[in-house]
């Protein structure tokens, strides 16, 4: 069950990673504060803050009914969501009918109806499958290739000469963009350890997109 929203502006996240990026987008792109369930015990009523929730459970619809009938729900002025395509965008698309009566379009990953707003983190070069992982990728790609390339994509292949890889392209992605950070950053091994290690990341165009629907729903 999500927590009940306790902010007039509301973002809804995946996982702990969206979370971790997201609020470093808002805190350094956006000038703007969020606060996570946990450290919230009053309803917030300034414009300023954003109150950043984690889904966890996407797959599972009746989370997200029981979050629309949530007692602040209608206290929302500004809710957005942030999910990953996965394998199918129009299937994670339809999991929020419900709060974005919109309709889908396989050529889009941005929708707004009114106050409420949905990303869908797509491939950039397809709309209709991908994850925060393929953006990652891209940006580490732009700024530390030689590092990705050479060490992480080689031990890769060399392991897959002793134990089958398997053809899982969204596991072996996750699995490369770990050992990346694992090897890159010296406290946190998550993506938002990453990109507090390597702000200027959040310089990449690659994010445009996502910063842009941000400003759109929260400026």
Same mark, same amino acid.
């Given at each position: 069950?999500?927590?009940?929203?306790?902010?007039?502006?509301?973002?809804? !996240?995946?996982?702990?990673?969206?979370?971790?990026?997201?609020?470093?987008?808002?805190? @350094? $792109?956006?000038?703007?504060?969020? *606060?996570?369930? =946990?450290?919230? $015990?009053?309803?917030? @009523? #300034?414009?300023?803050?954003?109150?950043? &929730?984690?889904?966890?459970? +996407? @797959?599972? %619809?009746?989370?997200?009914?029981?979050?629309?009938?949530?007692?602040?729900?209608?206290?929302? *002025?500004?809710?957005?969501? +942030? !999910?990953?395509?996965?394998?199918?965008? =129009?299937?994670?698309?339809?999991?929020?009918?419900?709060? &974005?009566?919109?309709?889908?379009? =396989? /050529?889009?990953?941005?929708?707004?109806?009114?106050? %409420?707003?949905?990303?869908?983190?797509? %491939?950039?070069?397809?709309?209709?499958?991908?994850?925060?992982?393929?953006? +990652?990728?891209? &940006? &580490?790609? @732009?700024?530390? %290739?030689?590092?990705?390339?050479?060490?992480? /994509?080689?031990?890769?292949?060399?392991?897959?000469?002793?134990?089958?890889?398997?053809?899982?392209?969204?596991?072996?992605?996750?699995?490369?963009?770990?050992?990346?950070?694992? +090897?890159?950053?010296?406290?946190? /091994?998550? !993506?938002?350890?990453?990109?507090? *290690?390597?702000?200027?990341?959040? #310089?990449? /165009?690659?994010?445009?997109?996502?910063?842009?629907?941000?400003?759109?729903?929260? $400026?």
């Amino acid at each position: 069950m999500l927590n009940n929203p306790m902010a007039k502006k509301v973002l809804l !996240v995946e996982g702990n990673d969206e979370r971790d990026l997201c609020s470093l987008i808002i805190k @350094e $792109k956006l000038n703007l504060k969020y *606060e996570s369930s =946990q450290n919230i $015990k009053n309803f917030i @009523e #300034d414009d300023d803050t954003i109150h950043i &929730i984690t889904i966890n459970e +996407v @797959e599972n %619809k009746n989370n997200i009914n029981s979050f629309i009938k949530t007692s602040n729900y209608n206290n929302i *002025e500004k809710l957005a969501i +942030v !999910v990953d395509a996965e394998s199918n965008a =129009q299937k994670r698309f339809n999991i929020f009918n419900d709060i &974005i009566k919109c309709e889908y379009n =396989q /050529n889009k990953n941005i929708y707004y109806d009114d106050y %409420k707003g949905l990303f869908i983190t797509t %491939k950039a070069d397809d709309k209709t499958s991908g994850c925060l992982e393929h953006l +990652v990728e891209e &940006i &580490i790609l @732009e700024n530390d %290739k030689d590092l990705y390339h050479d060490c992480v /994509n080689n031990f890769f292949n060399c392991a897959d000469n002793y134990i089958n890889q398997g053809s899982n392209e969204a596991h072996l992605l996750k699995a490369k963009i770990l050992a990346f950070i694992s +090897v890159r950053c010296k406290k946190r /091994n998550t !993506v938002g350890g990453l990109f507090q *290690e390597c702000s200027h990341y959040l #310089d990449s /165009n690659v994010l445009y997109d996502l910063i842009d629907f941000f400003n759109n729903m929260f $400026k």
